[in-house]
């Protein structure tokens, strides 16, 4: 199965200081048949004015990435972290048994990200936060990246760490590239383009359109032109 939802089907909220797209039930867009995927329970598309963002606020039991697309986002906590992360980067934070932070864009320019919640494996634990910085550039072209992940090996590898069964890759790809990659048996995928198209088992995805993936073996991506794009690849977690 392969469900494809363009961009333009996004529910658009409008803040002012914040255009919000909604692939999931968020907020106050609600939609009984999407209340997620999987695991997988909200991936916000947020374009951020200069000098605006979230005033403090709490969450709890949630795993939640940002990959910021453009610009940068300031990150503060009742931790203590304090942390910046800008274009291609990632944050990640636990929320377990609750945290309170503020996102800002303290820059010139917008801010453009996506942020991906998760369900935890588990209930509770002890809040936490990361950011990391991944290489630009020739570095990163051409090939899977693991940006953050539940698992041991690839914290290992230098993906940032999250409490959820679940996996983000990210890539930039030269036009005509073709990457592949093995879906694990029984995992929810969730593709989102970030720039350029690319053409997913045959299916094209320009940036900000969205795939949802479920019991096929593998994919085939091949970059139309120069493209950037990412995907959570999340499996039920039995408690």
Known sequence: MIEKRTFNDLAHVDHEWLQARHHFSFGKYWDPARMGFGPIRVWNDDEIKPKTGFPMHGHQDME????????????????????????????????????MHSEYNLEDERTRLFQIWIE??????????????FPKGDDRSDQLEILASGFDED????????GADARLY????????TVEHQIADGAHVYLVGSA????????????????????IPSLQIEAIDDAEFVFVEAWESHH
């Open 64 to 99: 939640i990435i940002t990959y910021v697309r453009e610009g940068a986002i300031t990150h503060r906590d009742n931790m203590g972290n304090e942390g910046r992360t800008e274009a291609g980067d990632v944050q990640v934070m636990s929320a377990g048994t609750g945290v």
């Open 120 to 133: 935890p494996r588990a209930a509770g634990g002890a809040p936490r936060w990361d950011a990391k910085a």
């Open 155 to 162: 914290i290992e590898g230098g993906a940032l760490m999250i």
């Open 170 to 177: 990210g890539a930039t790809l030269t036009a005509g590239t």
């Open 196 to 215: 350029g198209t690319v053409r997913v088992n045959g299916e094209p995805v320009s940036a900000r359109d969205s795939l949802a993936i479920r019991d």
